[in-house]
């Protein structure tokens, strides 16, 4: 008899002999589900799942990369830790990050204001109440280099949400750091530049997908050659997840946006093998701690396949799903919100138990407003403690043989493979986008997740059980509401002192070149130089591409 | 047979978080109301045009950018301005406790924080028809 077998014998008798007993007796909770909404079994056994270990699992830093993207993983250095910081003007952020940095911070992630995503300027009427609310204001190089004041470029690595515009933002971190003296092929760093997932679900967007996917295919072409240790793209799971997605679909739709990405670029006569390496990408770690670790693990073996199989990648390099994580804002309550460090806490754990290379632990006061300095710290030793204390890091994915995890891995994969084919024979991700079937998708889980919570199927601690009276928080971050003015002062100063005759020369070679298909990066960066202002690049450039309109899907 | 109530779910601002507009706006129509919903990015002239238009007993923000202060009275102002004051204004989203009694003053009648259940926005609603009527 097989081991297998003789384990089937063996269950089938504790069923009958143990378990059917008991069950008589004490029957167990309803709602035992995950977040597909499917049923948890009671127990997962070498039953569960098909065991090839060299073919699923193998050794980390080899293909598929299901243990992890690297040989020693946390045994060598920690994964980075990364704070996403930026509100009011260029100085109050910059502050915030020399603070974060004295704090033992290893990185920078900027936020930046809405305007400064859509292309705005602060003067902008659409702009009026948005500027320096959820980000820092940039208009213009001078509020870059304001805002990396005293902060050598050369030495930190800089991670940039901006999307839409990125091409723009990362032109003037270009040209800040030239100021310092340092070259393009030495800075380091990330821009988000997922354009896909603005559109399904964070909703920066400027213009439609076509002219979008060329200026993400530029910006890989642009650094290739000129910015090599630039992170190009961060695929984006996390806004999806936060959407309301469950955790398969939070990967299939992220890796089923990454198809699309390489499918343009490849179109276009880029290598894979050239730009693929420098593509990273950005996940949610929620609440339920193992799925969220099969997850990570499905995303890397996935990724994996796909770029080896579909692409027929070469390198290792170019199969290594490198990813951010960042804990999951959605899952914060505005009650009891000093419950939420535990959230954080649980968080963070299955983003390092599944691998991350970065992380951004949110703080506990999220869901009321913008952090406070002493919450930032919190959420910063948050992954401080599970980095030297938990001593989950001493070893490679110590979660790996264990039967449910393998189990939810091929579940989570399966899953996600059925959607990105389903996608596929949609004709990709930018037409099942147009259709609104990712959104739609989304929105039911989202639906279904919320109907549970006010039927109290599930449970969330302080809001729908556990609720006590209690005073409003004191002493959240306000926003001056001042910084609007001031924004828009010292940008009529900035247009005042600039060569003016160069601007709209620029701006008019820019819209040239849009109507053709030249690389738009060097004259992009040719028009931060000369102080043209984001809102009348961007203005330029809708002028040419149009704008896109939201496909609404209730 | 009973007027159904007619309502508009509206993002003003450039605030792109439409979780929460997209679920009340859906269980609002499961509670058997009719709803109109704007999608993201609209001004608050349009919205109170829409508003107008499409003849709603209310008008419900949704933003978590933090700009509620500015866009939540522009919202109500451009209703009064255009003669339709008595289309009832509420907001919800990621708002502090302190800014509620501006907001309030301002002319939004009602405004939701994180953690509340769609059964309270329901009764409100129906308070304030039965207000009307």
């Known amino acids: ?554 | 047979m009973k007027k159904k109530i007619r309502i508009l779910i509206a993002k003003p601002g450039l605030d792109g978080h439409d979780r929460g507009a997209k679920f009340i706006a859906r269980a609002l129509r499961d509670a058997g109301m009719e709803v109109i919903y704007t999608g993201i990015r609209q001004t608050p002239e349009s919205i109170a045009d829409t508003a107008i238009q499409e003849d709603v007993d209310f008008v419900g923000l949704s933003l978590l950018s933090g700009a509620h202060n500015v866009l939540f009275p522009k919202v109500v102002e451009e209703l009064r301005e255009k003669g339709a004051e008595d289309i009832v204004v509420f907001g919800g989203g990621v708002i502090p406790e302190d800014d509620i009694p501006f907001l309030k003053k301002k002319g939004v009648q009602a405004v939701f924080t994180p953690g509340t259940s769609i059964k309270d926005v329901v009764d409100f609603i129906n308070k304030k028809m039965n207000e009307k009527n």
């Open chain 1, 1 to 554: 008899m097989s081991n297998k077998e003789s384990i089937k014998k063996e269950a089938e008798k504790w069923e009958k002999e143990t378990l059917t007993p008991f069950l008589a007796k004490a029957p167990e909770r309803e709602n035992l589900k995950d977040s597909s909404g499917e049923d948890v079994n009671r127990l997962y056994t070498p039953l569960d799942y098909e065991e090839n270990y060299n073919e699923k699992l193998n050794f980390p830093g080899q293909f598929p990369f299901t243990r992890g993207v690297y040989p020693t993983m946390y045994r060598g250095r920690f994964w980075t830790m990364r704070q996403y910081a930026g509100f009011g003007t260029a100085e109050e952020s910059n502050e915030r990050y020399k603070y974060l940095l004295k704090q033992g911070q290893t990185g920078l992630s900027v936020a930046f204001d809405l305007p400064t995503q859509i292309g705005y300027d602060s003067d902008d009427p659409v702009s009026e109440g948005e500027v320096g609310k959820v980000g820092v204001a940039i208009d213009t190089l001078d509020d870059m280099e304001i805002l990396f004041k005293d902060i050598p470029l050369d030495k930190v690595s800089t991670s940039m949400t901006i999307n839409a515009t990125a091409s723009v933002l990362l032109a003037m971190y270009i040209a800040v750091a030239e100021k310092q003296g340092v070259t393009a092929d030495k800075i380091r760093g990330t821009i988000q530049n997922d354009i896909l997932k603005e559109y399904i679900a964070r909703g920066t967007y400027v213009f439609p997908p076509k002219p979008s996917m060329r200026l993400i295919t530029n910006i890989f072409e642009f650094c290739s050659q000129n910015v090599p240790k630039w992170n190009t793209i961060s695929i984006s799971g996390y806004h999806i997840r936060e959407a309301g997605s469950s955790a398969a679909q939070e990967v299939a739709f992220t890796l089923a946006d990454g198809i699309e990405y390489c499918k343009a670029a490849v179109d276009t006569g880029l290598d894979i093998d050239v730009f693929a390496g420098r593509l990273s990408f950005f996940f949610n770690a929620h609440n339920d701690l193992l799925e969220e670790v099969a997850k990570f693990r499905a995303a890397r073996r996935m990724w994996a396949k796909i770029m080896k199989e579909k692409f027929g990648a070469k390198k290792a390099k170019s199969m290594m799903l490198r990813f951010h994580t960042q804990t999951a804002g959605s899952t914060l309550t505005a009650q009891q919100p000093d419950n939420n460090i535990v959230r954080v806490a649980i968080q963070t754990l299955a983003a390092v138990l599944g691998g991350t290379q970065s992380l951004h632990t949110n703080s506990r006061d999220e869901a009321l407003a913008l952090p406070t300095e002493d919450s930032v710290r919190i959420a910063l030793r948050t992954q401080q403690i599970v980095a030297y204390e938990s001593g989950v890091t001493k070893t490679i994915d110590p979660l790996a043989g264990s039967y449910y995890i393998e189990a939810l891995t091929d579940k989570i994969e399966k899953e996600a493979f059925e959607y990105i084919d389903k996608i596929e024979k949609m004709g990709g991700m930018v037409a099942a986008i147009e259709g609104g079937f990712v959104q739609k998708e989304i929105q039911d889980s989202a639906y279904k997740y919320q109907m549970e919570i006010e039927k109290g199927d599930r449970i969330i601690v302080g809001v729908n059980k556990f609720q006590m009276e209690e005073p409003p928080v004191e002493g959240l971050l306000k926003v001056d509401m001042s910084i609007q003015n001031k924004q828009v002062e010292k940008l009529k100063k900035i247009k005042e002192s600039r060569d003016n005759v160069k601007v709209k020369s620029v701006l008019k070679k820019l819209e040239e070149e849009a109507k053709g298909n030249t690389n738009l990066m060097p004259t992009i960066l040719e028009a931060v130089k000369v102080y043209a202002s984001i809102g009348e690049i961007t203005n330029t450039l809708r002028g040419v591409f149009g704008e896109y309109k939201e496909h609404i899907v209730l």
